[in-house]
C-alpha cells in the first residue's frame, strides 16, 4: 500500500507558474515509477509526466518544454513545476505511483489536487 498525498494546486493567472508535491509514504520501497495525471470535466483522466526510480521523465506533448518533473528521494517527494499555465491546464492533477514486483504490477492515487488558471 502507498499513501499518496498532493498538495500546491490553486488558482493561477494564465502565463504565471505553480508547483505540485506528491508525497509518499507505505511500501515505497516498491516504487517503480510516479507520476501525474489530470481530468478536466468531461474528459478523460490523462498524462501529464511520468518519472522512474531511475529518473527517466515521460511528458504529454500538451506540456512539454513548459512543465517539469522531478523528485526528492530524501523525502519521498515528486513534484511538479509548471511553468507558462493555460487556461486548458485547468483541471484536477492525480499523483501516481506503480509498483512492480515479481508477481504484481499495482497503481496507487492520490486524492487530487485543483488547478485553476484564469484569464
Known amino acids: 500500500q502507498v499513501q499518496l498525498v498532493e498538495s500546491g494546486g490553486g488558482l493561477v493567472q494564465a502565463g504565471g507558474s505553480l508547483r505540485l508535491s506528491c508525497a509518499a509514504s507505505?511500501?515505497?520501497?516498491?516504487?517503480?515509477?510516479m507520476g501525474w495525471y489530470r481530468q478536466a470535466p468531461g474528459k478523460q483522466r490523462e498524462l501529464v509526466a511520468t518519472i522512474t526510480s531511475g529518473g527517466s521523465t515521460n511528458y504529454a506533448d500538451s506540456v512539454k518544454l513548459r512543465f517539469t518533473i522531478s523528485r526528492n528521494n530524501a523525502n519521498n517527494t515528486v513534484y511538479l513545476q509548471m511553468n507558462s499555465l493555460k487556461s486548458e491546464d485547468t483541471a484536477v492533477y492525480y499523483c501516481n505511483a506503480v509498483r512492480t514486483g515479481r508477481s504484481y504490477n499495482l497503481e496507487d492515487w492520490g486524492q487530487g489536487t485543483q488547478v485553476t488558471v484564469s484569464s
Open positions: 507505505g511500501s515505497i520501497f516498491s516504487i517503480r515509477s
